[in-house]
């Protein structure tokens, strides 16, 4: 591959980041999500954001052409980047080779797709760094905190909307399934907002980053499984009470007001004030209750 790139910098900003596309014969697309980070700023504070320690090993989502990937690789022990598009995924090695060769080592590149992906090579991820593809960042979220236990923390940016969801509480008018199934796996909080300026193609939405921190899933006997199975119920039509949503997913109205009375939860409130530990309970009472 010829070089179009300007010296080494340990940054790409938009000159490069288009040279670089240009050079690979690849735009952007929408059905890959893919809208690449184009100002150094925002990858110094999504990294500052994250939190990343020099012992960390950062497990990257859609790397794209190396935005951030150049930016976690001076601070943190190694990088593990998945990365869907083959061309992309074969060019990333270079580019960091270009940019920050005394980090080129440090990078390890896996060519899956994250919603898809079952194992990652050695040394498992302490951390979760990622510009999520919109189109699929709350599944890619919620396999990955299942699939790598080793995540401790993460950094997600993602649709704003989205973002509002994964960190809101009980109550909240945007509570709903991605909130309780995050909070299954680790507290979410709201980062701070990212402008639509900042990418290449700039996206018709606002971003949000939302930070995570592991935490051990509420104490039940239930499987996690059969705890979301309660939660995909419970919001499937939320202007109902729970008496009327879980019905179907008990057997009747009156066995799923008997497993809330025995959960301790009244039948008569809605799904969105319960907390991922109150639909453990319920899952947990079920067994009793229903079987």
Known sequence: MTDPLPAPSGFLGPAEIRALAAELGTRPTKTLGQNFVIDANTVRRIVRSAEVA??????????????????LLPEVAGVT????????????????????????????VVTADAMRVDALPPPAPTAL????????????????????????????????????????SPGSKVYGVPSV????????RRAGAVGRTVFWPSPNVDSGLVALRRRPPPDTRATRQ??????DAAFA???????AALRGWAGSADSAERVL????????????????????RLADAALDVIG
Not at 143 to 166: I, K, T, Y
Not at 181 to 188: G, I, Q, R, S
Not at 226 to 231: D, N, S
Not at 274 to 279: C, I
Request: net charge negative.
């Open 129 to 168: 760094v990622a510009n999520l593809p919109y189109n699929v960042a709350v599944p890619v979220l919620l396999h990955l905190l299942e699939l790598l236990p080793s995540l401790e923390r993460g950094l997600v940016m993602v649709q704003a909307e989205v973002a509002d969801r994964l960190a809101a």
């Open 226 to 231: 059969q705890v979301f199975a309660v939660v």
């Open 261 to 280: 009375r025995a959960a301790g939860i009244e039948p008569s409130v809605r799904g969105e004030m319960l907390g991922v530990a109150d639909f453990a």
């Open 54 to 71: 020099a012992e960390d090993t950062v497990l990257e989502v859609g790397p794209g052409l190396g935005s951030l990937t150049l930016g």
């Open 181 to 188: 199934k995050v909070a299954w796996y680790a507290e979410a």
């Open 237 to 243: 039509q939320r202007r109902k009470t729970l008496r």
């Open 81 to 108: 980047a998945i990365e869907v598009d083959p061309v992309l995924a074969d060019a990333l090695p270079r580019t960091v080779a270009h940019h920050a060769p005394a980090y080129a080592g440090r990078l390890t």
